[in-house]
């Protein structure tokens, strides 16, 4: 696989990840010939974000009033990765910076690891049991806890509406516990064996204890064995670089 071709997976993965929140009843999922975009019911809470915007073949004018068009909806949009040099200049106001700088703190981590890459993991703290989500219950208990800790509680993984995922085999999460408290939680998303890391959390007083590191290595275990072909992730910079060298990542940034 091509570099540019492991930055399509990155892409992919994010326009995945943005869809899997509009897959459940609170939410509304709408998409037209160029980008589709997520949001709550009328009374519910959700994220909105627009994505999976293609507009490389439209005429410049076209391209300007769609970019208008984006920008009215007045939410985050998700803008290919992989735009023209053409097309990033109308959407940002200024020329892609070459040679791509090397990431820095604040900074967003395009990376990516194949079966072959994945490290032996590190051992797992003591006392410490990682469990795969196969019940409603257990993805209840993780959504929770993901929600707490990422999104301040707001139920943006919705604890019941979303585990039908789960059950198809598209969203495969893992809880880590110690002394059977869960304090770590990380999950891998399935896009027909082209897969991104996802949710990856930890209570605060468990952190830099190795449980990310350990919970993440099982959920990539399970996915490689279970076929995956790439494991792709984004992360934002300080913080996160460290955690998943050492599980065997590589940045991809500079391919962009």
Same mark, same amino acid.
């Given at each position: 696989m091509t570099e540019q071709e492991v930055i399509r997976c990155v892409n992919?993965?994010?326009?995945?990840?943005?869809?899997?929140?509009?897959d459940a009843i609170h939410m509304e999922y709408h998409k037209n010939d160029f980008y589709s975009f997520i949001r709550p019911k009328q009374g519910e809470h959700g994220i909105s974000f627009a994505f999976d915007v293609n507009l490389e073949n439209l005429s410049k004018n076209e391209q300007l009033d769609k970019i208008s068009e984006l920008k009215s909806l007045k939410?985050?949009?998700?803008?290919?990765?992989?735009?023209?040099?053409?097309?990033y200049k109308l959407v940002h106001g200024n020329e892609k910076t070459a040679p791509i700088p090397e990431?820095?703190?604040?900074?967003?981590?395009?990376?990516?690891?194949?079966?072959?890459?994945?490290?032996?993991?590190?051992?797992?703290?003591?006392?410490?049991?990682?469990?795969?989500?196969?019940?409603?219950?257990a993805f209840e208990e993780w959504a929770t806890a993901v929600n707490a800790i990422m999104f301040g509680g707001y139920a943006d993984i919705h604890p019941v509406h979303h585990y039908h995922l789960c059950e198809k085999g598209m969203l495969n999460c893992f809880t880590g516990y110690y *002394?059977?408290?869960?304090? =770590? +939680?990380?999950?891998?998303?399935?896009?027909?064996?082209?897969?991104? &890391?996802?949710?990856?959390?930890?209570?605060?007083?468990?952190?830099?204890?190795?449980?990310?590191?350990?919970?993440?290595? *099982?959920?990539?275990?399970? =996915? +490689?064995?279970?076929?995956?072909?790439?494991?792709?992730?984004?992360? &934002?910079?300080?913080g996160t670089r460290e955690l998943y060298t050492s599980l065997g990542y590589k940045i991809y940034n500079y391919a962009l």
């Open positions: 992919d993965g994010a326009n995945f990840y943005l869809r899997f929140f509009g939410i985050p949009v998700w803008w290919d990765l992989q735009a023209s040099d053409s097309l990431p820095v703190d604040g900074d967003e981590l395009y990376m990516a690891i194949f079966p072959h890459e994945q490290k032996n993991s590190e051992k797992t703290p003591q006392h410490a049991v990682i469990k795969k989500v196969n019940t409603p219950a *002394e059977d408290i869960p304090v =770590s +939680f990380a999950s891998v998303m399935d896009n027909h064996k082209i897969c991104s &890391l996802e949710f990856v959390a930890t209570e605060p007083n468990y952190r830099r204890q190795g449980f990310a590191a350990a919970v993440c290595a *099982e959920a990539m275990a399970y =996915s +490689f064995h279970d076929g995956a072909k790439i494991i792709t992730l984004r992360a &934002l910079q300080p």
